[in-house]
C-alpha cells in the first residue's frame, strides 16, 4: 500500500469552483494541482550524479527533457556568436521572437547521442512535488443564432439555435417573446412558427445556471405564388471577427482575404457531413456505435470499418464531427484564427478523435496532434498562451518563453501537452472530452503562433506574397516544421523565382509537407449546407397565459438534501470490479462546496456515504481522497444522489530495475 500511495501522489487533479452568483459575470475559480517529478541521470561506471531532470508528469524523462536538461553535461561548450533574440519592434509594437535550433529539437545528432549515453547511465527517482494553482476563468459567452429557412417554404418560421462554448456546460432552454406571446423550448434549438410580420426577443438559459442577454429580431414574410420567403432584419446581435494573421502579416501578405477566413455568423455553418472512416472505427471500438450483427462487428482484421460497420456509424459519425463546431467558433472569433481552418485541420489530423498516438521519437496529443516541436513554437511566437502555461507551471516565469534556459523550455513544453492530452482510461470512450474540448483554444493559438513564423520568415528574406498562399506556409510550418519551410523559400529566392504556392511547393524537400497543404485545402472546399435537425415549439403552447419576464441575471436552481455514495477499492487483478479482497479502508474523505463548507468521511470496508443538506441542483460538490491525492468534481443531480469510485490500479513497474 505504501508503494501505491507513493504512485498515486503523482496524479494530477483539479476542480472547479462555480462564482455565477458573485456578479462578476460567467466566472469560475479552477484549482489545479499538478506534480514536479526530480530525476537523476546517474553514471554505470561510478553511480555519480550526471543532471538532474525536473518534468512535470509520470514516468522517465523523455529522450527530448533529457537532452534539454542535460545538454551541457551530454555536449561540449563551444563559444557561439549569438544575436539579441528580440530585434526592433513591429509595426504592431510586439516584439518578433527568433526561432532557434536548440539540441533539444534536432532529431540527427540527437538519437546518435542518447542511444551511447543510455548505455552509460541510469534514472534514479529522487522526489516530487505538488504545485497548486488557482485560476480566475473567464468564460465565454453563449452563442445565439436566429436563422431563416435557405429556401421558399410552405410553412413560415425562423429557426432559433443556441451554443454554450462553455466546456462541462450546456444550453438547457431557448426562450422568448413573439408578438406579445412567450415561447420556450427545452434544448439548444427550435423553429418558431407565425403567420406575419412581427418583432421577436429571444434568450438561452444554461447549465452553468445563468441566462444570456435577449437579443431582438425583425422577420419578414414575402409571398411567391404559393411559397413564402422569410427574412430576418434588424438584428440586434452581429458576431465581429478580427483577422489575426491579417495584423500581423501587414507588409509581407498581398491581396485581401479569402472568403473561408471570414468568421461564419454562426456555429451552425461549420456543420458537415462526411464519412470518416477512421473515427467510424474508433466510434465502433469506443462502443458509441453498435455494429454487433456486422460481419467482423463492423471492421475488418485491420481495425478499418467494413461497409456494414460504416452505414451502422454514419448517424453518429455526423453528429461526432459537428459536436465541437461551437467551440471551434468561439476559438476562432476569441484568437482570430479562421474557424473552417481550425475545423479542417482537426479533421486531417485526428478526424476528430483526441487521443494520443505516438512514433518512435516524438508523441503527438489531441485533435491537433501537437508534439514537442508543435509545444515549441506554440510558446515562442505566442507570448499569451507562454504566460497561461508559464503562471500554472514555473514560480519565476521572465517575459519571454526564449529566455528561459533550455530544462525550464522543456518543462513548459511538457505541461503545454498535458493540457491538450485528452487521454483518459478511467473516461467514458477513454478520452476526457472536457479536456479536450479545452485544447481547442490552444490549437487555435498554435496555429496563429506558426502564422507568425511563417511570416517571420518573409520579414527575414524582406519578400511578399499573397494572404491566402501565407496561410499555405503557415499550414507547412504546422505540419513540418520552420527549417522545412525556410529552405524552401530560400531556394524558390535563389532561383528568381515569385513566393507563389506553386513554386514553394515544388522546392519542398520534407515528406509530405505539399500533400498536407493540398488536403487541408480541399477540405476547405466542401464546407456545405448542412443543418441539424431541430425541435418545432408552438408559441402559444408553452406559456398559455403568463408573460415570462425578461431574463435575470442569474437561475436559482432547487434547493435539496442529498447523499454522496462513495466507494474505494484497489483492483489488484486489473478486472476494474469491486472484489470483496480489494476493498480498503481507514482512508479519509473530504467533501468541499464552493462556498467552503466540508464535510469529512472515512472508508470502511471499501465505501462510505455523506449527507448534505440545503444545496442547489446544478451547484458543484468536490469529493477528494486527501491521501491518495486524488479527487472528482461532480454536479448535484436534481435526484440529490451522486455516485463516485476511487479506483486504484496497480502501478506499472518497468520489467527490470536500473
Known amino acids: 500500500m505504501l508503494i501505491v500511495a507513493i504512485f498515486l501522489s503523482f496524479a494530477n487533479h483539479s476542480h472547479t469552483v462555480i462564482a455565477q452568483d458573485s456578479g462578476e459575470g460567467r466566472v469560475t475559480y479552477k484549482t489545479t494541482t499538478f506534480t514536479e517529478y526530480i530525476w537523476h541521470l546517474s553514471s554505470r561506471a561510478n553511480g555519480k550524479q550526471i543532471c538532474e531532470v525536473v518534468v512535470s508528469h509520470e514516468g522517465f524523462p523523455t529522450d527530448l527533457e533529457m537532452m534539454s536538461s542535460c545538454e551541457t553535461s551530454l555536449i561540449p561548450a563551444t563559444p557561439t556568436p549569438t544575436a539579441s533574440p528580440y530585434p526592433s519592434p513591429t509595426p504592431t509594437g510586439t516584439y518578433t521572437p527568433q526561432p532557434t535550433k ?149 507588409g509581407v501578405a498581398q ?156 518543462m513548459l513544453r511538457g505541461r503545454l501537452l498535458q493540457l491538450v492530452n485528452a487521454n483518459c482510461p478511467t473516461c467514458e470512450y477513454g478520452i476526457d472530452l472536457i479536456k479536450a474540448e479545452e485544447s481547442i483554444d490552444i490549437l487555435a493559438q498554435t496555429i496563429y503562433a506558426n502564422a507568425r513564423q511563417a511570416g517571420y520568415i518573409l520579414e527575414k528574406y524582406q519578400a511578399q506574397t499573397g494572404y491566402e498562399d501565407l496561410w499555405r506556409f503557415t499550414l507547412v510550418s504546422y505540419h513540418a516544421g520552420y527549417q522545412c519551410l525556410e529552405d524552401a523559400v530560400t531556394r524558390t529566392i535563389s532561383q528568381g523565382q515569385p513566393l507563389y504556392w506553386k513554386n514553394v511547393s515544388s522546392h519542398l524537400t520534407c515528406e509530405g509537407a505539399e500533400a498536407y497543404v493540398d488536403k487541408i485545402w480541399e477540405k476547405l472546399d466542401t464546407f456545405g449546407e448542412f443543418y441539424p435537425p431541430v425541435v418545432t415549439v408552438d408559441v402559444t403552447a408553452q406559456f398559455p397565459t403568463e408573460m ?19 466507494f474505494m477499492f484497489l483492483d489488484r487483478n486489473g478486472n476494474y470490479q469491486i472484489d470483496e479482497d480489494e476493498r480498503i479502508s481507514e482512508s ?68 527490470k530495475l536500473p
Not at 459567452?141 to 466546456?167: G, N
Request: with cysteine; proline share 8%; aromatic share 12%.
Open 102 to 250: 536548440t539540441p533539444a529539437l534536432t532529431p540527427a545528432p540527437t538519437e546518435v547521442i542518447i542511444q551511447n549515453f543510455y548505455d552509460e547511465s541510469y534514472w534514479v527517482f529522487i522526489d516530487s512535488k505538488e504545485i497548486t494553482q488557482t485560476n480566475k476563468i473567464q468564460l465565454p459567452e453563449m452563442i445565439l443564432e436566429i436563422e431563416a429557412p435557405p429556401a421558399q417554404v410552405l410553412e413560415t418560421f425562423v429557426t432559433l439555435r443556441a451554443y454554450d462554448p462553455a466546456p462541462e456546460y450546456d444550453i438547457t432552454s431557448i426562450q422568448g417573446v413573439l408578438e406579445g406571446k412567450p415561447f420556450k423550448c427545452d434544448g439548444d434549438a427550435c423553429n418558431v412558427y407565425f403567420d406575419h410580420d412581427a418583432q421577436i426577443t429571444y434568450w438561452a438559459t444554461s447549465s452553468f445556471g445563468d441566462e444570456s442577454q435577449p437579443y431582438t429580431a425583425t422577420l419578414r414574410i414575402s409571398r411567391n405564388q404559393a411559397d413564402y420567403n422569410i427574412s430576418v432584419t434588424n438584428r440586434s446581435i452581429v458576431y465581429h471577427y478580427t483577422d489575426a494573421a491579417a495584423l500581423v502579416w501587414k
Open 255 to 410: 491581396g485581401t482575404e479569402p472568403q473561408w477566413t471570414y468568421l461564419p455568423q454562426s456555429p451552425s455553418q461549420l456543420n458537415t457531413s462526411k464519412t470518416l472512416h477512421y473515427l467510424a472505427a474508433k466510434l465502433i471500438v469506443s462502443g458509441i456505435v453498435n455494429a454487433q450483427d456486422c460481419p467482423g462487428n463492423g471492421l475488418f482484421d485491420n481495425w478499418a470499418p467494413n461497409g456494414c460497420g460504416i452505414e451502422k456509424a454514419l448517424p453518429a459519425l455526423t453528429s461526432w464531427q459537428n459536436r465541437f463546431d461551437n467551440v471551434i467558433w468561439n476559438a476562432s472569433k476569441q484568437h482570430g484564427v479562421p474557424a473552417k481552418l481550425i475545423k479542417a485541420i482537426i479533421e486531417q489530423e485526428s478526424q476528430f478523435w483526441p487521443e494520443k498516438t505516438g512514433s518512435d521519437f516524438v508523441d503527438e496529443y489531441g485533435f491537433g496532434q501537437l508534439n514537442e516541436f508543435g509545444a515549441d513554437v506554440a510558446l515562442r511566437w505566442d507570448k499569451s498562451l507562454h504566460d497561461q502555461v508559464c503562471s500554472s507551471t514555473l514560480f519565476d516565469c521572465p517575459e519571454y518563453y526564449a529566455n528561459l534556459p533550455s530544462y525550464s523550455q522543456a
Open 548 to 566: 415570462p419576464a425578461l431574463p435575470t441575471p442569474t437561475y436559482q436552481p432547487d434547493i435539496l438534501d442529498g447523499t454522496i455514495h462513495i
Open 588 to 655: 479519509p474523505i473530504l467533501v468541499e462546496f464552493p462556498q467552503g463548507e466540508t464535510y469529512p468521511g472515512k472508508i470502511m470496508n471499501g465505501e462510505t456515504s455523506i449527507n448534505f443538506e440545503k444545496k442547489k441542483v446544478g451547484s458543484r460538490v468536490t469529493i477528494a481522497a486527501p491521501e491518495l491525492y486524488q479527487s472528482f468534481t461532480e454536479t448535484i443531480p436534481d435526484t440529490g444522489s451522486i455516485l463516485v469510485i476511487f479506483c486504484i490500479e496497480q502501478p506499472r513497474l518497468p520489467a
